[in-house]
């Protein structure tokens, strides 16, 4: 059976953010995920001891967002500073109990060739992993499909893994988005099937509009089971951008969640 968490930067944004979580668990989850937990991670530890809710994953510290950054591993000149990220992660690990980190890579960079910004990927995943590690948590790698993140540095499942078998470290796995493979690549299932062994996390949307389950040419009904008959037991994150009040959205979920 799946194990669904939500995604409080997509679902229940109809509420500011401290009032997501009541609203997960009245819906049924048990646990949530959300990118970036730094702002606030003492009143967010106390909103999921609250709620009763566990934390699935945030990310690294992905830089200037809101200007397009998507991470900077790939920034030579930004070492310490993504040093820095993996040490305030750490710290939201412990304090949020969470076991699961996703890295960003980062938008290639023009000025810098493919050799440098690859080996500055590899070396920074390679300290955040070994950091993780210590505090017992998973880091991850989650490519970003090149239609909505042009240059994005890892955006397909087979560079994304090329970079974990430079990493070499046993606790880096890849963060199976559903929506961007499918919008990205393609071959979903297939994709899946054979990599299950290397995924830590997976995310849904349907496509290419990354609304609920129902609204796009994805067949979720289909493609959960299999998922499930991979033997991959881990969390699923609905991370999908609700086309109507995300309460009302969630009706996909009924034969995934209750007996039949
Ligand atoms: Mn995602």
């Not at 990118?35 to 909103?47: F, I, K, M, R, T």
């Not at 991470?71 to 040490?87: C, H, K, T, W």
């Not at 990354?210 to 499930?228: C, F, K, M, S, V």
């Not at 969390?235 to 009706?251: A, D, F």
Request: glycine share 8%.
């Amino acid at each position: 059976m799946p194990k669904f968490c939500a995604n409080l930067a997509f679902l229940f944004t109809e509420r500011p953010m401290p009032e997501r979580f009541a609203a997960a668990r009245a819906a049924g989850f048990a646990a949530v995920e959300f990118p970036s937990p730094y702002e606030n991670v003492d009143g967010y530890a106390d909103l999921l001891r609250e709620h009763g809710l566990c934390m699935v994953l945030f990310n690294l510290p992905m830089g200037d967002f809101a200007a397009g950054e998507r991470g900077f591993a790939n920034d030579p000149q930004r070492r310490e500073e993504f040093r820095a990220g993996v040490g305030e992660a750490v710290r939201a690990v412990r304090r949020l109990r969470c076991t699961r980190v996703n890295a960003l890579v980062g938008i290639r960079r023009a000025d810098l060739d493919e050799p440098t910004q690859w080996a500055t990927v590899v070396e920074n995943l390679r300290y955040a992993a070994r950091r993780l590690d210590e505090a017992g948590a998973m880091l991850l790698v989650e490519p970003l499909n090149a239609i909505d993140t042009p240059g994005f540095f890892a955006a397909t499942t087979t560079r994304a893994l090329r970079l974990l078998d430079d990493v070499g470290v046993r606790n880096a796995r890849l963060q199976f988005d559903c929506y961007h493979v499918q919008r990205g690549e393609g071959n979903l299932l297939a994709t899946f099937a054979r990599n299950v062994e290397r995924i830590g996390h997976v995310q849904i949307a349907d496509s290419p509009e990354r609304h609920q389950p129902g609204t796009g040419e994805l067949a979720y009904e289909r493609i959960l089971p299999a998922i499930d008959a991979c033997g991959y037991d881990g969390w699923i994150g609905v991370e999908y951008r609700p086309l109507g009040l995300t309460e009302e959205t969630l009706g996909w979920m009924a034969p995934f969640t209750s007996p039949a």
